[in-house]
């Protein structure tokens, strides 16, 4: 666990990721997401040959922008700070995949009206967590604990079946981050990453974007600018 003399006094600011240059992040939080959308669909169609006709060109400009813009309405709904998708155009394969990051702050025992069933640090939390997926025995799900840069972290990954309803069509396979921000007592991050594979959540499409999304994960730091 991480030293108390080395803890900082105040909470980060941020956070940074060694981001591949094929993916790009649409904030939520401040500024116009339509207009990040835009930008992102002009840089992508700069980078389809010469030579393609523009008549098919449109259609498909016009239904990735629909598409991220259907990304970016569900992302709002679910209080998501930013949104990551994938942008590579050259390939036959469509990745199915994103991550978004969130904040959310759980109860602790410190205040008054606090809940007191409530966890007073971040070690208590993953312990609480932990033992709550044991006790659900969820057998379609796998938890761990750990550090990112200093900070407790919980890993959840499972596969979640397809819901229509909210227009997911196919079952998708989900790793979460849940990583206690420092010197703010009860405030966590949640990175959360999801990918439907080549079709199937659990075929070796899956498994490669899940280990390149838990080395992505490595490289996570909190920043204080």
């Given at each position: ?45 700069t980078r ?89 025995g969820m ?87």
């Amino acid at each position: 666990m991480t030293d108390n003399a080395t803890e900082p006094a105040t909470p980060p600011t941020g956070y940074h990721l060694l981001l591949p240059e094929d993916w790009v992040q649409i904030p939520l939080r401040q500024g116009d997401a339509e207009a990040s959308v835009s930008s992102i669909v002009t840089a992508a169609f700069t980078r389809v040959p010469n030579g393609v006709p523009r008549d098919k060109l449109v259609p498909l400009r016009l239904e990735l922008k629909r598409r991220l813009l259907a990304a970016v309405a569900e992302a709002r709904k679910a209080d998501v700070l930013e949104l990551y998708v994938p942008m590579k155009l050259g390939g036959e394969l469509n990745l199915g995949a994103s991550f978004t990051v969130a904040q959310v702050r759980l109860p602790t025992r410190s205040g008054a009206g606090a809940d007191p069933n409530g966890v007073s640090d971040p070690s208590g939390v993953a312990v609480q967590l932990l033992a709550g997926h044991r006790t659900a025995g969820m057998v379609s799900a796998d938890m761990s604990s750990g550090e990112i840069d200093g900070a407790v972290a919980i890993r959840r990954e499972r596969v979640v079946a397809a819901a229509p309803e909210h227009r997911a069509e196919l079952a998708s396979r989900r790793v979460e981050y849940l990583v206690a921000v420092p010197a703010d007592a009860g405030q966590w991050l949640v990175v959360a990453f999801s990918t439907i594979g080549a079709g199937d959540p659990e075929d070796g499409l899956s498994e490669a974007l899940v280990e390149w999304f838990d080395a992505l994960m490595t490289t996570f730091r909190w920043s204080w600018t």
